[in-house]
């Protein structure tokens, strides 16, 4: 689905980007609430079909972060106004993510604590939890001020080129580590060290009693393990686990115990290596099983910026931007015609699918 492009989208059609991007925030704000655009950026399948209709590549990884960015620019001095705002982002952007929250937590008299945590939190899921060959580097927190939430972000594999999106929904999300997704797009799929699977629990509430105990007691057991040897086809490899790092690291949850799992993700130097160490002890010691089961559940408007399939029509993109522009200035003028219109031309389109659909015999590949 996302193969990795590099580069940047050019001035010209990011600025358009964002003005569209604007305009149709505006819009399912105004129509829907806020919390419906939550639930649109939380769809895979709706944010992959947003980027196209801005503009941007259906398969590159790069509609991911240019999306993002031109939602937080189309939202920026206007969150008071949407009851929104964006924080986060690429690279060296994500890092200021908990600022940024704490910034507008302050300014909307929101739960900045309660908010930074579940930021931090949907990452290291991602990162430490979920350990399927793909490394966050874009983490994207989208609220608004009603303290609801949604999180987009994508990791990358340099090795096979491909990139894979995770998307968080705070409405009827339960737990952050039992089935946390609202949904990750990827086309590639094998078999991660899935630790927020349901069938883990065993395995979680195991890996948090094996970090509560003496450091030198799991240290050992580590050491054993690997004396022994695993069977190569075992998907938990321990070559690159270093025992004295784990013990250092087991040192501070033994001095303070995590009440849970996501307790101990959000522990100091808790990262991938720390939990496949103690998965993997924990399913030779206490026989917890692990979940291997990888969670991925996942047209052009105006063209492409790669010039596929065709390339962008800049008037074309341009009309588009400016009619919707008109729409929203008239509808709060009272004049709601041009918006309807586009509301009965959505359903139209729905239905004649829905048609099409019927009629072929042959199912259709997900974008």
């Not at 990884?61 to 206007?78: F, H, P």
């Not at 972000?153 to 998307?167: E, I, K, L, S, V």
């Not at 938990?236 to 001095?255: E, F, H, I, M, N």
Request: net charge neutral; aromatic share 8%.
């Amino acid at each position: 689905m996302m193969p990795l492009h590099w580069g940047t989208a050019p001035r010209w059609l990011f600025e358009r980007m964002v003005r569209l991007c604007r305009a149709v925030t505006e819009i399912v704000v105004a129509d829907y609430g806020t919390a419906e655009l939550l639930r649109r950026f939380s769809d895979p399948v709706w944010f992959q079909s947003f980027g196209c209709v801005l503009g941007f590549d259906w398969h590159s990884s790069g509609v991911t972060t240019t999306v993002c960015g031109a939602l937080k620019e189309a939202v920026k001095g206007q969150e008071a106004n949407l009851g929104l705002y964006v924080c986060g982002g690429k690279g060296a952007a994500s890092r200021k993510t908990p600022a940024e929250i704490e910034g507008f937590s302050e300014r909307f008299s929101l739960d900045g604590e309660r908010l930074v945590r579940a930021s931090r939190l949907s990452a290291k899921v991602d990162s430490a939890a979920l350990q399927d060959g793909f490394q966050i580097y874009q983490h994207v927190f989208i609220g608004t001020t009603e303290g609801s939430w949604a999180v987009v972000q994508q990791g990358m594999n340099t090795d096979t080129h491909w990139a894979r999106r995770y998307h968080w929904l705070s409405e009827g999300l339960e737990s952050f580590t039992v089935e946390p997704h609202a949904g990750i797009a990827c086309d590639q799929t094998g078999r991660p060290l899935n630790m927020v699977a349901a069938e883990a629990d065993a395995a979680r509430q195991a890996v948090v009693a094996l970090s509560t105990q003496s450091p030198e007691v799991t240290v050992h057991e580590l050491e054993r393990i690997r004396a022994l040897g695993m069977p190569e086809q075992h998907p938990v490899g321990l070559a690159d686990v270093r025992p004295a790092y784990l013990q250092k690291v087991l040192v501070s949850t033994y001095d303070q115990p995590p009440s849970d799992f996501s307790s101990l993700l959000l522990g100091k130097g808790i990262g991938p290596k720390t939990v496949r160490a103690l998965a993997l002890i924990a399913e030779v010691t206490h026989g917890a099983p692990l979940s291997f089961r990888d969670p991925v559940t996942y047209s052009f408007a105006v063209g492409g910026k790669d010039g596929w399939p065709y390339p962008v029509d800049r008037d074309a993109y341009d009309r588009s931007v400016a009619f919707l522009d008109k729409g929203i200035r008239e509808a709060k003028l009272g004049n709601k015609d041009k918006l309807d219109a586009l509301r009965r031309l959505e359903s139209w389109s729905r239905s004649v699918g829905a048609a099409v659909e019927g009629r072929s015999q042959k199912p259709e590949a997900r974008s």
